[in-house]
């Protein structure tokens, strides 16, 4: 059975597991609520030590062939695009070199024209000399496209499912072949049949609600370490941030549900990775870096050509997908749109100073492609 069939009937059938999730973001006390985050602490530690893996996405496109309602690079926005050469990504990427980055995640709206398999396995063999990870997260692909991207140097993937209610999903993807709900939710497995080493998903939260979306997520992550139990699982909770065409979430999870839903996916999943990004505000990522995360992104850009001005050159403007010629106002910066807008700002420099105030140490690199022979 694939994981589809297990989400269509995970109002019937939830394992232990999922039930003790299911208990642990109910509502608690402030007290229950502070023995949960000590148990998270401690579960980190012990599986992790005092370490915090960093990484930062690289852009490389945001032509998309898909309508996302809650996308800055939905097809119909009308906003500033551009695909990056494989040259300009080099120079994005020694920047993010020259800052202390060693592992990168290459990051592109869905638009075969412009982001087919050549390019971006060109753009993996142009890293992967210098970035010993390399993660993609790109339109899902079929597992026979997968295979050049993994032989070019990519070693992991990240694909959010968004929503895992099929309703909503169909309701947010009006156009695209994102539409595909399971095609989507199978990503994960397919990548693991192509060879990737790590397997990131994750809810966009704020689509549905989110005790809903957490209860499935969880399912989905224990199917994983489960079925692709070679490979280390991540699991990432962003939360909807402002983006082109304006989209207003019905749905919320304030800092305090955030933070518990965190120390519940520590608790039932002790070995699974923990994403924060830089979504979040400067003070909730102090706050959360000791409660179970054990990775975040630093200093990051949503637009294509962000760290270094680079595709500017060739930028274009696009009304309801299609091209026309940009008109810039006096004083608009001439920089391609963003897919969402960051909230903490800061260096890595700083993200990196503060978790050694805190006790942890940064890791820019954790392993070695060599090491596979």
Known sequence: MSFAGV??????????????????????????????AQTARTLTLQNFGRTMRLFAPLYLSNECINNCRYC???RDNP???????????????RF??????????????????FVGGDYLADCIRELSPQFPSVAIEVGPMTTEDYFPVVRAGAEG????????????????????????????????????????RRLGIGALLGLWRWQDEAIALAAHV??????????????SLPRLRPAAGGFRPLFSISDRELAQLICAMRI???????????????????ALVSLGVTMMSAGSH??????TRRGTEHLHHTVRGRIVPPEFQDGQDELATGQFAISDDRSPAKIATLLRARGLEPIWKDWEQTLTG
């Open 79 to 93: 906003i500033l695009r551009v695909t990056l050469t494989v040259e300009e990504v080099a120079a994005e990427a």
């Open 7 to 36: 989400l269509d009937n995970l109002a019937l059938r939830k394992s232990v597991s999922v039930r003790q999730f299911e208990q642990l973001i109910a509502p608690k006390s402030d007290l229950e609520l502070e023995s949960m």
């Open 96 to 113: 993010l070199w020259e800052a202390g980055f060693r592992q990168v995640l290459l990051v592109a709206g869905e638009h075969p024209k």
């Open 157 to 196: 993937l990240v694909v959010y499912q968004e929503t895992y209610h099929r309703g909503v999903y169909s309701e947010l993807h009006t156009a695209g072949p994102k539409r595909d709900f399971d095609y989507r939710l199978s990503s994960p497995e397919r990548a693991y049949a192509a060879g990737f």
């Open 72 to 74: 800055g690079f939905s």
């Open 302 to 307: 949503t637009e294509p050509g962000g760290y």
């Open 268 to 286: 039932v999943f002790p070995q699974v990775g923990i994403v924060l990004s830089t979504r979040e505000s400067p003070a909730l990522r102090d």
């Open 222 to 235: 224990e199917y994983l370490l489960q079925h692709c139990w070679r490979a280390q699982i991540t699991v």
